[in-house]
Each structure stands twice: as C-alpha cells, then as structure tokens.
C-alpha cells in the first residue's frame, strides 16, 4: 500500500547528480548516480554509534539509510555500461576517465591496472559505452563506439578476474 499520507520518497543528495542505475545486491539496493555510488538499506535503518559504527534496526521504512562507497566515482551517464557477476558489478565513470569494479571491499579502478592513461583519454571520447559479462570466460567486456572522426569507431576490451587484468583487445561488437 502506498499511503500518500507518509513520507514514501527517499531523498538523495543532489549534488551526486541524476540516479542513472539501481541494481539489487543481497538485501541492499545499490544507486548508481552520475558522481557518486551508494549503497541503501532495505526495509532496514542504520543509526550511527558516536564512533561512527552503524547499527541496523528494524523498521517500516522500505529505503533506509543511503551510504556512500568511498571514492569518488559515478557512472557518469552511461548505465548501460554496468554489467553483472555474482557480487561484482563492472562500469564506466566517462567524466574521469575510469573503468570500476565494486565489490565487497568498496570501488577499485580497474583501468588503473596497466591501461589508465588509455581508458583516460578515450573513454570521454566516446558516444556510447557498453558493458557486457562473458560468464563463460569470466570476463567483463567494455565496448565503446566512438564518432566517425576518430581513429577507429567501435571497440571492444576484455578484463579477466582471474588474470586481474586487460587480456584482449576483441572484433566483435556486441549488440
């Protein structure tokens, strides 16, 4: 039921940007806005312990408290870039430049990993950006298309987990 009479909304701080991205993660909902990335409790609340330790309750609220991962990262407004494996969710944040990985321990730019200056320079070119997961190899695979002037217009890129790291360059362009 949805009773207009309660606060039914749940607000987020503004200065994040649009939420581009909600995905479900086990009893939490993760928001992915164009600045920052957030993790909000479910039918849950967190109060904060004056050492700045939360402590969840029970509550009637559907949304709880909305926490930020650390780092300052978003997925710019690209969510088509976020692509799915188990607990790790893979994306793109154009606006610096970064390809991230969350996962239980917070946000990691994989991109720093031997391509940083790479994915630097040619992610804020592109148009669009498409992130896929190959579970067969246990790869995330970024595809970005590019405007005719550049160098090349779509291109393919593969990180593998268990190598932690950039492992192909691919010719397929997926749809």
Not at 20 to 42: C, I, N, S, Y
Not at 75 to 93: G, V
Request: glycine share 6%.
């Amino acid at each position: 039921e949805f009773n207009m009479s309660e606060k039914i909304t749940k607000d987020i701080n503004p200065s994040y940007g649009s939420i581009q991205r909600l995905k479900t993660r086990d009893t939490d909902v993760v928001v992915l806005t164009e600045d920052k990335v957030l993790k909000v409790t479910t039918n849950k609340d967190a109060l904060f312990n004056a050492d700045g330790n939360p402590q969840l309750m029970a509550s009637n609220k559907v949304l709880g408290t909305a926490v930020p991962f650390a780092g300052d990262y978003g997925i710019s407004k690209n969510p088509e870039s976020l692509a799915t494996d188990q607990y790790r969710m893979y994306f793109t944040d154009m606006q610096r430049g970064a390809v991230l990985r969350l996962s239980g321990n917070g946000i990691t730019p994989i991109s720093n990993v031997g391509m940083k200056s790479y994915f630097r320079d040619n992610l804020k070119k592109a148009n669009k950006l498409l992130g896929t997961f190959d579970t067969v190899n246990g790869e995330y695979n970024l595809t970005w298309h590019m405007p005719p002037s550049q160098s090349f217009e779509e291109k393919t890129v593969s990180f593998n987990e268990s190598s932690k790291g950039w492992v192909s360059f691919k010719s397929f362009v997926p749809n």
